[in-house]
């Protein structure tokens, strides 16, 4: 079990940017594919973006490609997802996840269990 702790949410004008960072311990992420999800109120949780263990592909949502970038930093143990000309649609708790999805699947919940989420932070874009 990998223990994660995403963190980065803030408040940011339409058209602002913020790097999400999802730090984790217990086990080394790369390891791992990591999923970046999002909540927005009375939705259901989304798949946002997500990069492939051991230096894999990367995914994003038709909603925030060429806008978000997904990364890894393997020394600190974590994966970023930078959010550039964000807008207030995007707002919503963002989560991690770590699982061993090896597709484009990695944009899909199930395919993470449930011990390997984050708690979630929260992304509000308002002016």
């Known amino acids: 079990q990998v223990q994660l702790v995403e963190s980065g949410g803030d408040l940011v004008q339409p058209g602002g940017s913020l790097r999400l960072s999802c730090a984790a311990s217990g086990r080394t992420l790369d390891y791992y594919t990591v999923g970046w999800f999002r909540q927005a109120p009375g939705k259901q949780r989304e798949g946002v973006s997500c990069i492939l263990q051991r230096g894999g592909r990367l995914y994003y949502a038709d909603s925030v490609a060429g806008r978000f970038s997904i990364s890894r930093d393997n020394d600190n143990n974590a994966v970023y997802l930078q959010m550039d000309n964000l807008r207030p649609q995007d707002t919503a708790v963002y989560y991690c996840?770590?699982?061993?999805?090896?597709?484009?699947?990695?944009?899909?919940?199930?395919?993470?269990?449930?011990?390997?989420w984050g708690k979630g932070t929260l992304v509000t874009v308002s002016s």
């Open positions: 996840a770590a699982g061993g999805a090896t597709t484009n699947n990695c944009l899909l919940e199930r395919y993470y269990t449930k011990d390997n």
